[in-house]
């Protein structure tokens, strides 16, 4: 059975930061690109951070792009967003998902077995 567990998340102050983490199990965890979304209240699910199964390739998305830093530990099945200069606009829910499906990196219908989320919240 496969699982991907968020956690990390937390309440910070605007300019703070924190380290997501994504556990997982139930599949060759190396054999998979990692994406990490996030979905803010009313809005649709949106792309943050991708790294390739090998961690030589990693994406960003452009509000993000230079403040938060996708990395993976392929020995402990774990996948990170260090995430620095957090902004309020950062706030959502933050998940996780195998890059299981062909297709681009930015996009969330490459990933599946999503995990439960992590909330992130920033004050300004």
């Known amino acids: 059975q496969v699982h991907l567990v968020e956690s990390g998340g937390g309440l910070v102050q605007a300019g703070g930061s924190l380290r997501l983490s994504c556990a997982a199990s139930g599949r060759t965890f190396s054999s998979y690109a990692m994406g990490w979304f996030r979905q803010a209240p009313g809005k649709e699910r949106e792309f943050v951070a991708a790294?390739?199964?090998?961690?030589?390739?990693?994406y960003y998305a452009d509000s993000v792009k230079g403040r938060f830093t996708i990395s993976r530990d392929n020995a402990k099945n774990t996948v990170y967003l260090q995430m620095n200069s957090l902004k309020p606009d950062d706030t959502a829910v933050y998940y996780c998902?195998?890059?299981?499906?062909?297709?681009?990196?930015?996009?969330?219908?490459?990933?599946?077995?999503w995990g439960q989320g992590t909330q992130v919240t920033v004050s300004s």
């Open positions: 790294i390739s199964r090998s961690a030589t390739s990693t």
């Open positions: 998902g195998y890059g299981i499906y062909s297709g681009s990196y930015y996009a969330a219908s490459t990933y599946g077995y």
